[in-house]
């Protein structure tokens, strides 16, 4: 993955082991999309917005592409209170939500794993 650094002339994209962002020139951060994110959005930011899928917050068809750092906040926290009655817990989901949660992410692990994502925990992680 390549990481590039914003000039002041332009804007790039700076890629974290996590997540991706897109910098302005006043370094406030957005992030770049769930469908462009990491692994799939296999990450801290991509796990929110895939969340808010499953408990119905958003559409499957809001990415979050463009969003600030402030409006990510607030879906955490709306995500957050969705998960709380069921401990945060895939398997204490209602049929239709836990469902929806496994489509979801095993559709994400599959195009992962089909673009090179390795799972296996290396010494350094």
């Not at 949660?101 to 010494?123: F, M, P, Q, S, V």
């Amino acid at each position: 993955m390549k990481n590039a650094y914003l000039t002041q002339e332009t804007q790039a994209t700076y890629a974290t082991d996590a997540n991706l962002y897109e910098i302005n020139a006043m370094t406030e951060q957005f992030y770049v999309g769930i469908d462009q994110d990491n692994n799939e959005g296999l990450t801290h930011l991509g796990r929110i917005v895939r969340d808010a899928w499953v408990f119905g917050i958003l559409p499957e068809t809001e990415t979050c592409t463009g969003w600030s750092g402030a409006q990510m906040q607030t879906l955490y926290e709306k995500v957050h209170a969705a998960w709380e009655p069921y401990a945060h817990l895939p398997s204490r989901l209602p049929d239709d939500l836990r469902e929806r949660h496994t489509r979801l992410y095993t559709l994400a692990i599959e195009n992962a794993k089909k673009k090179g994502w390795d799972t296996e925990l290396k010494d350094d992680d």
